[in-house]
């Protein structure tokens, strides 16, 4: 059977004669579609160029196009011996990266979003090009993920490892060590490890050169991978020892250098050495000769000039797969109520817990928030507070989920947070996880008890949140979800004692908690 949507053969290679009018149509035609990739999902490039903008570890996100592009067309004389010829298997992967791509627009989850858009501009490559000519081109258009500004969660894990290994070779000079969390002291200062320190803006650079180095240095795969996984170590190694490096220098000088401006040029000045001794090392077995050209596949694939189909349908299917993601998520916004000032109360004091005196200064930031309120309260002596931040309709900057909330914010000038775990309590007869911090400001310690509630269900899993959110817009619900927040002083009774308080506090409170939360639901 014949039709335009029928599974391709690989692309063969055709006689020089007719390389150019084979070309012509499909390349046209894929140069097309991706260009209505970026146009249909253009507020999803926009935001990977807002990202690329405003911080330095994804700066490079601006170089990635041009260095794939300028990839193939190394390969150009290899592509233009091959035959485009529509390859219809890539559609229901088009559809499915689609289904994706709109499911982490309705929960806010920009880097999938952003992933799921790049996917589609090589499946679209694949779809109309056919599956030998995307292979030809598999390292460019798998380069273009780069692009994407991913390795944010990679922060936390990092600091802890930057802190570890910090204390346990200053500890090794014989320097004594007082650490608390990813803060320590030593005899001549203080010292924390913050985002800036944590060496993600090192791996991603050194991941993304490396791949490339490994692209264009190497053709054996087992060398390929081996230098890779190389550039994925050795920054991570190199950044403990960067952050040591920059406390013995403070330490020998009595904290006269290695702070400020050139705090961090020996940072990077100590990263570059350390990229090209890498890049030196791995030159001894290079291999960058190019491998010949595929032998003609004409008469074994059996595509003749006049057997190749037009790539038009196809090309016709992909763009209304491409349109429709969109419209959908267009359809769905233009649907949602406007919100509204919603009518969050103050838990009313119940169980003997009486509101009273702000307990303390802090508060935690959420962004975007449709309602919030802090109170505190006191029973026999004792003092906690709640806050509340409730979201209706969650949308981008205004959602539950953001790395932007958090109960302190990085480099705050009065408070830090020095610890962070999950922690199971009983609510109403029922085990639930909590996440617990403790906070330290110089007048005052507290302990910080956290969780979600997702209209009724309390949760500390991220990945549920985000599917609930998904879920409601993909169904036309609100959505509704808080995030709860109790703290009680730490003081000299320390965290066991202020734990006891908070376990009080929230089995006396939790139902006036709920019923303001259900309140604002049922509004």
């Given amino acids: 059977m014949s039709g335009p949507l029928q599974p391709s053969v690989d692309s063969a290679v055709l006689p020089p004669g007719e390389q150019l009018p084979v070309w012509r149509s499909p390349l046209v035609l894929a140069g097309v579609l991706v260009v209505a990739v970026l146009a249909l999902y253009w507020q999803t490039v926009l935001s990977m160029a807002a990202i690329w903008s405003r911080s330095e570890t994804f700066t ?19 592509l233009a011996a091959m035959t485009a010829v529509p390859d219809p298997w890539g559609l229901p992967v088009l559809f499915l990266i689609g289904v994706v791509w709109l499911l982490a627009h309705y929960a806010s989850v920009m880097v999938i979003e952003q992933l799921a858009m790049v996917a589609m501009v090589a499946t679209v490559v694949w779809t109309v090009l056919g599956r030998r000519m995307v292979w030809a081109m598999i390292f460019p258009l798998a380069f273009l993920f780069f692009a994407v500004p991913l390795g944010e969660e990679l922060i936390l894990p990092l600091m802890d490892f930057t802190a570890d290994f910090t204390v346990a070779a200053l500890q090794l000079t014989g320097i004594p060590v007082y650490r608390e969390g990813t803060f320590f002291e030593i005899p001549s200062g203080h010292w924390s490890v913050v985002e ?16 490339l180095y490994a692209y264009l240095t190497y053709r054996s795969p087992l060398r ?36 400020g401006v ?33 032998p003609p596949l004409a008469a074994a694939n059996g595509v ?18 491409l349109a429709a993601w969109p419209a959908l998520s267009y359809v769905n916004a233009a649907r949602q109520d406007t919100v509204a000032n919603l009518s969050l109360v103050v838990p009313p004091s119940t169980a003997g817990w009486q509101a009273g005196e702000p307990m303390s200064e802090w508060q935690p930031r959420y962004l975007g928030t449709d309602a919030s309120v802090q109170q505190s309260y006191a029973r026999e002596g004792h003092r906690a507070l709640v806050y509340l931040a409730y979201y209706r309709h969650q949308r981008q900057g205004a959602e539950l989920i953001n790395s932007q909330n958090v109960l302190v914010k990085q480099k705050d000038p009065v408070w830090r947070q020095v610890a962070e775990g999950p922690r199971e309590i009983t609510v109403n007869g029922k085990r639930i996880q909590v996440r617990e911090g403790k906070l330290r400001s110089e007048t005052q310690d507290l302990l910080v008890w956290h969780w979600y509630w997702m209209d009724g269900v309390y949760t500390t899993n991220h990945y549920l949140a985000k599917f609930w959110e998904s879920k409601a817009k993909l169904f036309g619900e609100t959505g509704d979800a808080a995030a709860i927040i109790v703290a009680a002083e730490i003081g000299e009774r320390g965290p066991d004692a202020a734990a006891a308080v ?22």
């Fill in 60 to 78: 490079h996100g601006y170089l990635i196009a041009p260095i794939s592009l300028f990839l193939i067309w190394q390969r150009r004389k290899a």
């Fill in 196 to 211: 800036g320190c944590s060496g993600v803006r090192y791996l991603i650079a050194s991941v993304t050169l490396g791949c």
């Fill in 224 to 259: 390929r991978t081996v230098f890779v996984v190389l550039s994925v170590l050795v920054p991570i190694i190199a950044n403990g020892l960067r952050a040591y490096m920059i406390v013995m220098i403070a330490h020998l000088s009595d904290m006269k250098l290695a702070l």
């Fill in 262 to 294: 050139d705090h961090f040029i020996y940072g990077w000045v100590f990263f570059g050495l350390v990229m090209l001794l890498l890049f030196w090392a791995g030159s001894f077995w290079r291999e960058d000769h190019f491998e010949p050209a595929s």
């Fill in 304 to 321: 003749s000039a006049a057997g190749r189909r037009s790539p038009l349908p196809v090309a016709g299917v992909v763009l209304a797969l």
């Fill in 502 to 523: 908070l376990n009080d506090f929230v089995t006396g409170m939790e139902p006036a908690i709920r019923a303001s939360l259900e309140n604002v639901a049922h509004e």
